[in-house]
């Protein structure tokens, strides 16, 4: 495996992230409950993509999140959605050639995010 993805349903961002939180509370006396959230009901959130780094720059990211849209976009008529670093250039082009679009900043983690969709046309 030289690429990988983590997906969910934004719908059950909080029953998913919950079990982090409370271990966050128990190892680190850390309240986490103004993290702010990275998805919604509505989307299917790319959590994260990830290639090793021997691998990185040779197409598999792309790769990766073509098959991502044809599986839950094109098949399946749902809205893909992430959040890209403002300071990431370089993924915010991939993603918008990809056909990605804008849909909004949000603060996540103490940091303004660029929120971006793709759905069925």
Request: glycine share 10%.
């Given at each position: 495996?030289?690429?990988?993805?983590?997906?969910?349903?934004?719908?059950n961002l909080y029953t998913l992230r919950e079990?982090?939180?409370?271990?966050?509370?128990e190892l680190y006396q850390s309240n986490l409950?103004?993290?702010?959230?990275?998805?919604?009901?509505?989307?299917?959130?790319?959590?994260?993509?990830?290639?090793?780094?021997?691998?990185?720059?040779?197409?598999?990211?792309?790769?990766?999140?073509?098959?991502?849209?044809?599986?839950?976009?094109?098949?399946?008529?749902?809205?893909?959605?992430?959040?890209?670093?403002?300071?990431?250039?370089?993924?915010?082009?991939?993603?918008?050639?990809?056909?990605?679009?804008?849909?909004?900043?949000k603060l996540f983690a103490g940091k303004w995010?660029?929120?971006?969709?793709?759905?069925?046309?």
């Amino acid at each position: 495996v030289v690429a990988a993805s983590n997906i969910y349903d934004g719908a059950n961002l909080y029953t998913l992230r919950e079990p982090v939180f409370e271990l966050a509370r128990e190892l680190y006396q850390s309240n986490l409950d103004k993290v702010g959230d990275e998805t919604q009901t509505g989307e299917m959130y790319i959590d994260c993509i990830a290639v090793l780094p021997e691998h990185q720059g040779a197409g598999y990211g792309s790769i990766l999140l073509k098959h991502l849209i044809d599986e839950f976009v094109i098949q399946r008529g749902l809205t893909l959605g992430l959040l890209v670093d403002l300071d990431n250039p370089n993924a915010h082009r991939l993603y918008e050639r990809l056909g990605f679009q804008a849909k909004g900043k949000k603060l996540f983690a103490g940091k303004w995010l660029e929120h971006m969709q793709i759905q069925k046309q």
